[in-house]
């Protein structure tokens, strides 16, 4: 995980963690997708364009994910202000 900002609190859980972002996190997983849960749902952004002009024009709340090319990675951004749930 990265994170476009220093993290708030993160709380370590049986499957996942609970992170308090304060800007944009990039989660990478080796397979299958991360799971992201939000007190307050968050808008799913969708396409390659649509994810990048939300990632580069935009500070709205939201959640993306895309696959990696040839692989069976998938790359999840997630923007809130609100502690998060990250699970797998």
């Given at each position: 995980?990265?994170?476009?900002?220093?993290?708030?609190?993160?709380?370590?859980?049986?499957?996942?963690?609970?992170?308090?972002?304060?800007?944009?996190?990039?989660?990478?997983?080796t397979?299958?997708?991360?799971?992201?849960?939000?007190?307050?749902?968050?808008?799913?952004?969708?396409?390659?364009?649509a994810?990048?002009?939300?990632?580069?024009?935009?500070?709205?709340?939201?959640?993306?994910?895309?696959?990696?090319?040839?692989?069976?990675?998938?790359?999840t951004?997630?923007?809130?202000?609100?502690?998060?749930?990250?699970?797998?």
């Amino acid at each position: 995980m990265l994170a476009e900002r220093p993290l708030g609190d993160v709380t370590d859980l049986p499957n996942g963690l609970r992170i308090a972002p304060a800007g944009v996190l990039r989660i990478a997983t080796t397979s299958g997708k991360a799971t992201v849960t939000s007190p307050t749902p968050l808008p799913t952004i969708e396409g390659v364009e649509a994810v990048t002009r939300w990632l580069v024009d935009s500070t709205a709340p939201g959640v993306a994910t895309l696959p990696l090319p040839d692989s069976q990675q998938t790359i999840t951004y997630v923007r809130t202000t609100e502690p998060v749930t990250i699970t797998r």
